[in-house]
């Protein structure tokens, strides 16, 4: 079992840059494939960017390709999110998570397929 702890979050005026970071404990991080998912007011958790277990494969959904970076650091255990360009409709809870995998190169973009989630952290941006 692995716990996962966020930060990072904060208000940005649009334009702006955040770092999101996950620091996993207990079974070693390297051992899941890792995600980062959003929730806005009144809305669905959505899918954001994933990264498989080796950190070679990485997946963005639409809205943020471009402007995100997933990254992770095995040796530290860390997975981090990089925010560029933020728009005010960027605004929402982000959560990390972790999910079970076999392969190194497995990307996981499936919030079902999600085993373990962090608390989340807020971001806003305001315009």
């Known amino acids: 079992q692995v716990q996962l702890v966020e930060s990072g979050g904060g208000l940005v005026q649009a334009g702006g840059s955040l770092r999101l970071s996950c620091a996993a404990s207990?079974?070693?991080?390297?051992?899941?494939?890792m995600g980062w998912f959003r929730q806005a007011p009144g809305k669905e958790r959505e899918f954001v960017a994933a990264?498989?277990?080796?950190?070679?494969?990485?997946n963005y959904a639409d809205s943020v390709k471009g402007r995100f970076t997933i990254s992770r650091d095995n040796a530290n255990d860390t997975m981090y999110l990089q925010m560029n360009s933020l728009k005010p409709e960027d605004t929402a809870v982000y959560y990390c998570?972790?999910?079970?995998?076999?392969?190194?190169?497995?990307?996981?973009?499936?919030?079902?397929?999600?085993?373990?989630w962090g608390q989340g952290t807020q971001v806003t941006v305001s315009s």
């Open positions: 990264i498989s277990r080796s950190g070679y494969s990485t």
């Open positions: 207990g079974r070693t991080g390297s051992s899941y494939a």
């Open positions: 998570a972790a999910a079970d995998s076999w392969s190194r190169q497995e990307v996981v973009v499936t919030l079902i397929r999600y085993d373990y």
